[in-house]
């Protein structure tokens, strides 16, 4: 187990696991028209993507992405620049690379990169959305709503949660970004930027329990509202909205 995560006491590094595990979709893999590889901190996807691409997967890519708060200092010159050149680094052939970089979220993600393909006369049936693993649910709800007439499928790169925070060397931050998107999945359905998603009690559970524990770092605070979305409720002073109707 990565130290960061042995200073965690059991009951909430069982928490983590849950929310990774809960997260992560990771749909067989098949050929498709074009990979597109989310922008984020994580410099594996690019790695992950240039593995799938010399499997023959796919002929092309696009890696989509600016900048956030969390990975400025890592990809001072944009997440989609920097990976293409760690794919190209692994061997990705320079033509076989789309650049999209100004999505700041990954519904501009979804958004731009389609607008991208079309605009360049390439019709797309399927896709495959690589990102960091914890995000593929959010990614798949998303592609869902802004992308439907694409057959889409996730994947990341089989890893551990412990394996991963060793590699990212930033405990607080994965985690952090875990409860984040898990508040991300009631909020952007109940705003429409994305599907809903059936979330368990034992998820549900293991979030509040996070969020208590003081990982706020990434959720959404937003202004109180006279009456709240359907089955959301606002908890613990944020201002957060949290899904009160969830699976069994």
Not at 147 to 176: M, Q
Not at 182 to 205: C, F, H
Request: glycine share 6%; charged share 20%; net charge negative.
């Amino acid at each position: 187990m990565n130290q960061g995560l042995a200073t965690i006491s059991d009951h909430l590094r069982a928490d983590i696991e849950t929310l990774w595990d809960y997260h992560r979709i990771d749909d067989e893999l098949r050929p498709v028209d074009v990979a597109v590889g989310l922008g984020s901190h994580d410099p594996g996807v690019p790695v992950y993507v240039a593995e799938l691409f010399h499997r023959g997967l796919f002929p092309l890519i696009v890696f989509t992405g600016a900048n956030a708060p969390t990975t400025v200092e890592r990809f001072p010159r944009g997440e989609a620049v920097h990976y293409r050149e760690i794919a190209m680094e692994h061997g990705v052939p320079d033509e076989a690379i789309l650049v999209e970089p100004n999505a700041l979220h990954t519904g501009q993600n979804l958004d731009y990169t389609r607008d991208l393909l079309a605009e360049r006369g390439i019709d797309v049936r399927s896709a495959l959305i690589v990102s960091r693993p914890y995000q593929q649910r959010r990614a798949y709800a998303t592609a869902m709503k802004r992308w439907p007439t694409v057959d889409v499928i996730c994947s990341a790169s089989a890893e551990t949660l412990a394996g991963y925070v060793a590699a990212i060397g930033d405990p607080d931050r994965v985690i952090n970004m875990l409860v984040g998107d898990t508040q991300r999945l009631t909020v952007y359905a109940e705003s429409g930027d994305a599907i809903a998603q059936e979330v368990p009690a034992t998820v549900m559970a293991a979030y509040e329990r996070l969020v208590a524990a003081g990982y706020t770092g990434r959720l959404i605070h937003t202004s109180p509202r006279t009456n709240p979305p359907q089955n959301c409720s606002y908890r613990n002073g944020l201002n957060v909205p949290v899904a009160t109707r969830i699976a069994a």
